[in-house]
């Protein structure tokens, strides 16, 4: 595709509601980011996918965040048991080039997740 | 933990000014560092990436500098416009095989026409 899309743009889930976040990288591109955007401040990192396998998930905030990527493209984001902490944008990014060497990382435009 | 800096939260300028971003980080081994554009509601756009062995990198009207042993980059902005209006981050990519980012939280650029 032309760059990175995500979906839903936008969700609204009641605390404790499960929440599935979407994520199609551009076309062959081998690593994929999931980052959280909390308002006012930067992106942090949550996991790292290069192709299937997830070789970083320290940036996940608890046992209810959980990520895959069966196929090595299309990526999903899930959050169990939903909190109003877990409030943010959900940022994907990817790259061309596998880790050791960094390349321009391209984000899509997010999912703003709002948890009543 | 490496930790990125960015101050002020917070700048207004008139337009056709020429401006400093400033960004620090703690730790100055670092891979790379990225400057990003974020506009309200959309997702960041890579402005300028410098690898650790670089000291700049020019695009159009900006231009992005690192001084790894003070733990420094700026971004310079030349001629400001009202369409540069929005955030601006600047992110560290570790040494390692993982090449994830930092962020600073990001200086919120207004210019007025």
């Known amino acids: 595709g032309a760059g990175v899309s995500q979906s839903p743009r936008y969700k609204v889930a009641k605390r404790g509601q499960d929440v599935a976040l979407r994520c199609d990288p551009i076309s062959g591109h081998v690593s994929l980011f999931w980052y959280q955007q909390a308002l006012g401040q930067g992106p942090e990192f949550l996991t790292y996918?290069?192709?299937?396998?997830?070789?970083?998930k320290s940036g996940l905030p608890s046992d209810r965040f959980f990520a895959e990527r069966p196929e090595g493209s299309v990526s999903t984001l899930k959050i169990q048991r939903t909190q109003q902490e877990d409030s943010a944008v959900y940022l994907c990014?990817?790259?061309?080039?596998?880790?050791?060497?960094?390349?321009?990382?391209?984000f899509g435009p997010g999912t703003r997740l709002t948890v009543l | 933990k490496q930790e990125v800096t960015q101050i002020p939260a917070a700048l207004s300028v008139p337009e056709g000014e020429n401006l400093v971003l400033n960004c620090s980080f703690t730790d100055s081994a670092i891979y790379n560092l990225q400057w990003f554009r974020q506009d309200p509601g959309k997702g960041l756009t890579s402005l300028l990436l410098?690898?650790?062995?670089?000291r700049e990198q020019t695009s159009g009207r900006l231009n992005a500098s690192l001084d790894k042993s003070s733990g420094r980059s700026t971004l310079y902005i030349a001629a400001s416009q009202p369409g540069d209006s929005a955030t601006y981050l600047c992110a560290e990519a570790p040494t390692g095989a993982n090449s994830k980012l930092t962020f600073g939280k990001g200086i919120t650029l207004s210019v007025r026409p």
């Open positions: 410098i690898q650790s062995s670089q």
């Open positions: 990014a990817s790259s061309s080039l596998a880790g050791g060497y960094t390349d321009t990382q391209y």
């Open positions: 996918f290069q192709n299937e396998a997830q070789l970083d």
